[in-house]
């Protein structure tokens, strides 16, 4: 039977336990350091945490440890903003969560106000709708 230990498991994530990392050993050291890597936007609010703080509640990751230090980032986009999957047009509001010591992008989430979502996937012709009407 293979020896499980859940210590030295826990050491190998990803983004392990650097809560006793000094702050000047990490890469993002304050705010302005987040707002240089981020460039041109419209911050509203950046704060330093651990990940267990920073990380929706229902949002578990294996491969980062709650006691990583990261800075948690929300911005307005007012006039919109584009990503993968289409466009907001007004009113997007972004959370974004970076790894203090790396600078990785831990997490990324576009909040769209409702009407003002627009998809870069083309609309279904009216006989793809007769389609997915008729498999139902």
């Given at each position: 039977m ?40 419209k911050?509203?609010?950046i704060?330093?945490?651990?990940w ?29 903003i ?13 959370t974004q969560?970076?790894d203090?010591?790396t ?34």
């Amino acid at each position: 039977m293979p020896y499980f230990n859940q210590t030295t498991d826990k050491l190998n994530s990803k983004y392990s336990d650097n809560s006793n990392k000094l702050d000047s050993e990490l890469k993002l050291k304050t705010q302005d350091d987040v707002t240089k890597l981020l460039g041109n936007r419209k911050i509203k609010e950046i704060k330093f945490l651990k990940w267990k703080d920073a990380k929706p509640p229902k949002e578990d990751n294996p491969n980062i440890d709650g006691n990583r230090k990261v800075w948690k980032v929300t911005a307005d986009y007012v006039g919109g903003i584009d990503f993968d999957s289409g466009r907001c047009k007004s009113n997007a509001k972004l959370t974004q969560v970076l790894d203090a010591e790396t600078g990785d992008n831990l997490m990324l989430e576009v909040r769209c106000p409702k009407g003002s979502f627009e998809s870069s996937h083309p609309k279904p012709t009216a006989e793809e709708l007769r389609i997915l009407e008729n498999s139902r």
